[in-house]
């Protein structure tokens, strides 16, 4: 497959280092370290079907991602550093509604027994507590699945 070659990575020593680091880092996410490790080999010179290849991704993560570094490299390390000209951009869409303390609140909700707000089931589902949730006037209105997510993605307990 032929194409025009890419443009080419060029990388100070501070960012191969940080680059190397991350890739060597155990507390490294794999996402993460995938990213730096693209970074690294398309800065040898390869193009981004050679760099998919050797790394078993696609050419269009290649691509993205080598176009997402360059862009980066404008900035500089001290306001944006190597880890973070790897992480995924903020997605479009409306901000929660739902506020820390409401978030706290449902936490201790989710913590609670069923049987203690008189339902008669053994564990919450999200439609259940959805209705609990807004039975107490913790949040006007939520929908069952968006509490159940909220429940299943343990959300709750990161915040």
Excluded: F, Y
């Excluded at 079907?49 to 078993?56: A, F, N, S, T, Y």
């Excluded at 027994?113 to 209105?141: F, L, N």
């Amino acid at each position: 497959m032929k194409g025009p070659k890419p443009p080419a990575v060029d990388l100070s020593e501070a960012e191969r280092q940080g680059l190397e680091t991350l890739v060597k880092a155990h507390s490294t996410s794999q996402q993460i370290a995938l990213r730096a490790r693209i970074i690294l080999t398309a800065s040898q010179g390869l193009n981004n079907e050679q760099v998919g290849r050797e790394l078993h991704v696609g050419v269009d993560m290649v691509r993205h991602w080598r176009q997402r570094w360059l862009a980066g490299q404008a900035i500089p390390l001290t306001e944006l550093n190597v880890e973070e000209r790897l992480q995924d951009l903020p997605r479009a869409g409306k901000p929660s509604a739902i506020t820390a303390d409401q978030l706290c609140q449902i936490t201790a909700l989710a913590c609670e027994k069923p049987e203690q707000s008189e339902r008669p089931i053994s564990q919450w589902s999200g439609r259940e507590i959805a209705d609990e949730i807004m039975q107490r006037g913790i949040v006007a209105q939520i929908s069952p699945r968006h509490a159940a997510r909220l429940l299943k993605r343990g959300t709750l307990s990161r915040t």
